[in-house]
C-alpha cells in the first residue's frame, strides 16, 4: 500500500503535460479541450489501474506518456460515427445502421445537404408546396394505395396512426401478434402512448374471426393486425387473415390497421425465401391503413411509411403530431431516389442494395470470399488460419427470423490468441471489422462484404497480422 501510495503521487500533474504538448496541440490544431480530456483521461485510467490491478506497467518516461497522451488524442479527434465493415452475414443490421443506400441515391442526397431545395416550395405556383407531396404519389402508384403519408420511423408511423384512429377508444388484437421489437419498442406500450386501450382476443397460438367479433362494442375504434416479424408461433396455430378482418371491419363499420413492420415490395419468394405478402397484396386485402419501415426490406432511409383510404390518411396528416414526426429534407431525397428504383422491377434487384445482398446468390459470395482469401492467405497464413466455410446469413431487421439465407463465410482461428482477442481487436481497427463468433471461430460472412471493401478489408488483416 505504501508503495502504491508513492506511485500515486508520482502520477504526472495535467497542466504540466500540457505545457509541454503546446507545441503538437498547435501543429496538429487540436482543440484545447479535447487535449485537456485526453491528457486527463489517460492519467485517471493508470490512477483507477494502481488502485485496482496487482500489475501495472508504469511509464518511465515523459516521451513514453507523451505518446500514452497523443494516442488518445487521437482516438478524442476521430468522429465518433466510423463506417465499419459488416461480416456478420445479418444484412438489415439494425445495430449497424440497417439498409445502405446506392450511389445515385447518396448523390441526392449530398446535393440536398449542399444546396437549397423546392423542399416546400411549389415551383409552378410559386408559393408554398407540401414536402410530402413529393413522393405520395410515388408511393401510391408502386402500391395501388389511394394516399401516403411519411414520417421518422415504424414506430412512430404506428403511434400517430393509432393516436389519429383510436385516441381514448379500443382497438381490438389477437393475442399473438402482441408482439416486441428490438429497442424496445412493444406494440400494447405505443398503445398506452396513443390513448388507445388495447383489447386482446384469442390465444397465444389460435385466434378466430369470432374472437374479434364478440369483442367489437360501443366504444371499439379499430381492428388492428401486427406482423410478428421477429418470432413465429409454430404447431397448432390459425391467425385471421386480412380479408377476414376486412369483411368484419366491414360488416361494423371499423377500420383495418395492418402493421407490416418490414414491408417489401418485392416478392422475395422468387429468391426462394418464404413467401411473405407484398404491400401491394396488403393493400388489395382492402386494410384501410397499412405501416412499414423504409429502412428494411424496403432498402431506403429511416423512415415510417403510411398508406391506405383516402378518407384515413388525410384524418393522420392533419393530426399535430404529424409536425413533430416529419421527416427532414435528407430522408426525402433518399426515399424518393430508393422508391424511383423500383418502378423497374428487375433493375430495382441490381441497384437496391438490400435487395441485391438478399438475393446474392451464394456462388458469387463465395466468390468474394475466395477473392479474399486469394490476397491474404500465404500473408497471414502462419497467424492465423483461415478457411473457407459454407454458412447461414440473416436477412435482419425482424424480417424472416427463422430463414437462413445460404452464404459463404472465412473462419479465422487465430495461433497465438483467442478467438474473443481477434473478435475485439478487428472492432478497433481503423475500420472495424464486425463479425461472429461460433464455434471458437470469428467468422467473416460474405454475403454482407461490399466488394469495393474487400482490398480494404485484406489489407487490414494483413497489418494486423504482421
Ligand atoms: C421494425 C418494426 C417496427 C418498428 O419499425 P422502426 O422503423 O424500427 O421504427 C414496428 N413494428 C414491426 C412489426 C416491426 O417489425
Same mark, same amino acid.
Given at each position: 500500500?505504501? =508503495?502504491?501510495?508513492?506511485?500515486? %503521487?508520482? #502520477?504526472? &500533474?495535467?497542466?504540466?503535460?500540457?505545457? /509541454?504538448?503546446?507545441?503538437?496541440?498547435?501543429?496538429?490544431?487540436?482543440? #484545447?479541450?479535447?487535449?485537456?480530456?485526453?491528457? $486527463?483521461? *489517460?492519467?485517471?485510467?493508470? /490512477?483507477? $489501474? +494502481?488502485?485496482?490491478?496487482?500489475?501495472?506497467?508504469?511509464?518511465?518516461?515523459?516521451?513514453?506518456? =507523451?505518446?500514452?497522451?497523443?494516442? /488518445?488524442?487521437?482516438?478524442l479527434m476521430d468522429l465518433n460515427l466510423k463506417r465499419v465493415i459488416n461480416g456478420t452475414g445479418i444484412v438489415v443490421h439494425?445495430? +449497424?445502421? %440497417?439498409?445502405?443506400?446506392? =450511389?445515385? @441515391?447518396? %448523390?441526392?442526397?449530398?446535393?440536398?445537404?449542399?444546396?437549397? @431545395?423546392?423542399?416546400?416550395?411549389?415551383?409552378?405556383?410559386?408559393?408554398?408546396?407540401?414536402?410530402?407531396? #413529393?413522393?405520395? =404519389?410515388?408511393?401510391?402508384? #408502386? @402500391?395501388?394505395?389511394?394516399?401516403?403519408?411519411? !414520417?421518422n420511423n415504424n414506430a412512430a408511423a404506428v403511434l400517430i396512426s393509432l393516436d389519429t384512429l383510436a385516441r381514448d377508444r379500443e382497438v381490438i388484437i389477437?393475442?399473438? $401478434?402482441?408482439?416486441?421489437?428490438?429497442? *424496445?419498442?412493444?406494440?400494447?406500450?405505443?398503445?398506452?402512448?396513443?390513448?388507445?386501450?388495447?383489447?386482446?382476443?384469442?390465444?397465444?397460438? %389460435?385466434?378466430?374471426?369470432?374472437?374479434?367479433?364478440?369483442?367489437?362494442?360501443?366504444?371499439?375504434?379499430?381492428?388492428?393486425?401486427?406482423?410478428?416479424?421477429n418470432f413465429r408461433i409454430i404447431g397448432y396455430t390459425s391467425q385471421v387473415s386480412g380479408e377476414e378482418l376486412v369483411r368484419l371491419g366491414n360488416k361494423y363499420d371499423l377500420p383495418v390497421m395492418e402493421d407490416l413492420g418490414s414491408g417489401s415490395f418485392t416478392d422475395l419468394s422468387k429468391f426462394g425465401l418464404p413467401p411473405e405478402p407484398t404491400v401491394q397484396e396488403v393493400v388489395k386485402s382492402g386494410i384501410d391503413v397499412i405501416t412499414f419501415s423504409g429502412d428494411k426490406l424496403l432498402g431506403g432511409p429511416q423512415s415510417g411509411?403510411? !398508406?391506405?383510404?383516402? &378518407?384515413?390518411?388525410?384524418?393522420?396528416? *392533419?393530426?399535430?403530431?404529424? /409536425?413533430? +414526426?416529419?421527416?427532414?429534407?435528407?430522408?426525402?431525397?433518399?426515399?424518393?431516389s430508393v422508391l424511383r428504383d423500383y418502378y423497374d422491377p428487375d433493375a430495382v434487384l441490381k441497384k437496391n442494395q438490400t435487395l441485391r445482398m438478399i438475393s446474392d446468390p451464394p456462388e458469387i459470395i463465395k466468390k468474394r470470399a475466395q477473392r479474399f482469401l486469394r490476397r491474404t492467405r500465404s500473408l497471414i497464413g502462419d497467424s492465423c488460419s483461415l478457411n473457407l466455410v459454407s454458412t447461414t446469413s440473416r436477412v435482419g431487421g425482424g424480417a424472416l427470423p427463422e430463414y437462413g439465407l445460404t452464404s459463404w463465410a472465412v473462419e479465422l482461428q487465430p495461433a497465438t490468441t483467442t478467438v474473443s482477442r481477434l473478435e475485439k481487436d478487428f472492432r478497433t481497427l481503423p475500420v472495424p471489422v464486425i463479425g461472429r463468433i461460433e464455434n471458437e471461430r470469428l467468422l467473416i460472412d460474405f454475403r454482407t462484404v461490399l466488394d469495393s471493401e474487400i482490398p480494404e478489408l485484406c489489407n487490414e488483416l494483413i497489418t494486423y497480422f504482421s
Open positions: 500500500m505504501k =508503495d502504491k501510495n508513492k506511485l500515486l %503521487r508520482m #502520477l504526472p &500533474k495535467v497542466d504540466e503535460c500540457l505545457t /509541454r504538448l503546446e507545441p503538437f496541440i498547435q501543429e496538429h490544431e487540436i482543440p #484545447l479541450r479535447i487535449a485537456k480530456r485526453a491528457v $486527463q483521461q *489517460s492519467v485517471e485510467q493508470l /490512477r483507477s $489501474q +494502481l488502485l485496482n490491478e496487482a500489475q501495472v506497467h508504469i511509464p518511465e518516461s515523459q516521451t513514453e506518456w =507523451d505518446e500514452i497522451f497523443k494516442s /488518445r488524442i487521437a482516438l439494425t445495430n +449497424l445502421g %440497417r439498409s445502405l443506400l446506392p =450511389d445515385h @441515391t447518396i %448523390r441526392q442526397l449530398s446535393m440536398a445537404g449542399a444546396c437549397y @431545395t423546392n423542399l416546400e416550395f411549389n415551383l409552378e405556383t410559386g408559393k408554398r408546396g407540401s414536402r410530402y407531396s #413529393l413522393v405520395e =404519389d410515388i408511393i401510391c402508384d #408502386l @402500391t395501388g394505395a389511394e394516399a401516403a403519408l411519411v !414520417v389477437s393475442r399473438g $401478434q402482441l408482439v416486441e421489437i428490438g429497442g *424496445s419498442f412493444r406494440i400494447p406500450d405505443v398503445m398506452k402512448k396513443s390513448g388507445a386501450t388495447l383489447v386482446e382476443v384469442g390465444a397465444t397460438n %389460435r385466434t378466430h374471426l369470432y374472437d374479434f367479433e364478440r369483442a367489437i362494442s360501443e366504444s371499439t375504434a379499430l381492428l388492428l393486425r401486427v406482423h410478428t416479424s411509411i403510411i !398508406v391506405g383510404k383516402e &378518407k384515413i390518411i388525410s384524418r393522420i396528416k *392533419s393530426n399535430p403530431l404529424n /409536425r413533430a +414526426l416529419r421527416i427532414d429534407k435528407f430522408t426525402l431525397a433518399s426515399l424518393e
